[in-house]
């Protein structure tokens, strides 16, 4: 008991603070409570997950990206026999669009998941794909707004990729 008594003491006279990091997520009841752009890209990645080739996983993940001039491009998992050569949904859809826009602004990125049934399914992205679409957000130098397909019937909005990455490593890390 003494020796609890001393650690908190100790604990106290440290010269360590927490830093506190905050994100905001918007979260909605249901699609049909998101904006019609929202919902429609929502849905562009609900039908993305139809074309997904994931007979490894059977995890059919869909993405739908909305370009400043309305452009929707569309991705979804690929995977491989090798496994790790196998892609995601997010980085399928950034690549494309970085690849085919490289100077048309993302405005919005949706993400879902599916197994074989009709029920859609939560995938929030993995550390790779937030990195990947990191960088794309900083180097248009504006938010990319993402849709999340929640637990159940809800869907997560979050209004810029960083929130998902706190204590990030980009573009400015790295310049002298
Ligand atoms: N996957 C995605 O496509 N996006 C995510 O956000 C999470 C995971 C894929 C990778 C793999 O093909 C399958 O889902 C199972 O991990």
Sequence with gaps: MSQKVNKTSDLNNSPKKNLKITISIEVYNNASELSAPDQQLLQEAKEATHSAYAPYSQFFVGS??????ETVVRGNNQENA????GICAERTAIY???AQYPNTAIKAI?????RDTS?????????ACRQAML???EKQATPIKLILQGEGEKVYVLNSVSDLLPLKFGKDNLEQ
């Excluded at 739908?64 to 001039?69: C, K």
């Excluded at 949706?110 to 599916?114: F, H, M, S």
């Design 64 to 69: 739908a990206i909305l370009l400043e001039d």
């Design 119 to 127: 029920e859609y399914l939560p995938a929030a992205p993995c550390g």
């Design 96 to 98: 494309y669009t970085g």
């Design 82 to 85: 090798a496994y790790p050569s």
């Design 135 to 137: 960088e794309y957000e």
């Design 110 to 114: 949706a993400v879902v998941a599916r």
